[in-house]
T-cell receptor, first 116, second 113 residues
Framework: GDSVTQMEGPVTLSEEAFLTINCTYT??????LFWYVQYPGEGLQLLLK?????DKGSNKGFEATYRKETTSFHLEKGSVQVSDSAVYFC???????????????FGQGTILTVHP | SQTIHQWPATLVQPVGSPLSLECTVE??????LYWYRQAAGRGLQLLFY??????ISSEVPQNLSASRPQDRQFILSSKKLLLSDSGFYLC????????????FGEGSRLTVL
């Protein structure tokens, strides 16, 4: 079945440091890929997405590129802020001829803490 | 604009007691609806999804059930809670036919003692 694997956390960085959170996936066909963010005590919010190979999703200074050859969708940000402290989830949505019903398969999440 | 609400936000229940978590969506029609659970230190697990009134699909066998009595209402229930039911429950919706993005509610934190 489909699966998503994220790098183990927690990740602790100083403000303005470079961030990479690795994400790899296993899926048949051509899934869509997502990064969601969960701030403390809140639900999940979509951060960015990519729907086909070589697409780059970007939002709020975060970027991720859909790499089919390495089945990866790594999240990056050039300069993190304290306000970026949250849990980050990588997810995929299978494109199974319309029968996936929009279900998302999530990775285990990576806790990011940014210190001033 | 569309909004999604879950309640209660926090719940502490004894083992063996019943459960009812409610989720409603406003500002849209015929959404796909989902219940996810986030256990401590783990990722999100899809529990149920629904593509229409009365249509429920279960992803994993468990002690929980779901119902959709109205188009924009999704309820998660249990007759007798187990300790392992503790977690953070998230409801989500998606426009039918629109690939991708799910919109999540604020979540309901359940502690079973």
């Amino acid at each position: 079945g489909d699966s998503v694997t994220q790098m183990e956390g927690p990740v602790t960085l100083s403000e303005e440091a470079f961030l990479t959170i690795n994400c790899t996936y296993t899926a048949t066909g051509y899934p869509s890929l997502f990064w969601y963010v969960q701030y403390p005590g809140e639900g999940l919010q979509l951060l960015l997405k990519a729907t086909k190979a070589d697409d780059k999703g970007s939002n709020k200074g975060f970027e991720a590129t859909y790499r089919k050859e390495t089945t990866s969708f790594h999240l990056e940000k050039g300069s993190v802020q304290v306000s970026d402290s949250a849990v980050y989830f990588c997810a995929l949505q299978a494109n199974a001829g319309g029968t996936s019903y929009g279900k998302l398969t999530f990775g285990q999440g990576t806790i990011l803490t940014v210190h001033p | 604009s569309q909004t999604i609400h879950q309640w209660p936000a926090t719940l502490v229940q004894p083992v063996g007691s019943p459960l009812s978590l409610e989720c409603t969506v406003e500002g849209t029609s015929n959404p796909n609806l989902y219940w996810y659970r986030q256990a401590a230190g783990r990722g999100l697990q899809l529990l149920f999804y629904s593509v229409g009134i009365g249509q429920i699909s279960s992803e994993v066998p468990q002690n929980l059930s779901a119902s959709r009595p109205q188009d924009r209402q999704f309820i998660l229930s249990s007759k007798k809670l187990l300790l392992s039911d503790s977690g953070f429950y998230l409801c989500a919706w998606r426009l039918y036919g629109r690939a991708g993005e799910l919109f999540f509610g604020e979540g309901s934190r359940l502690t079973v003692l």
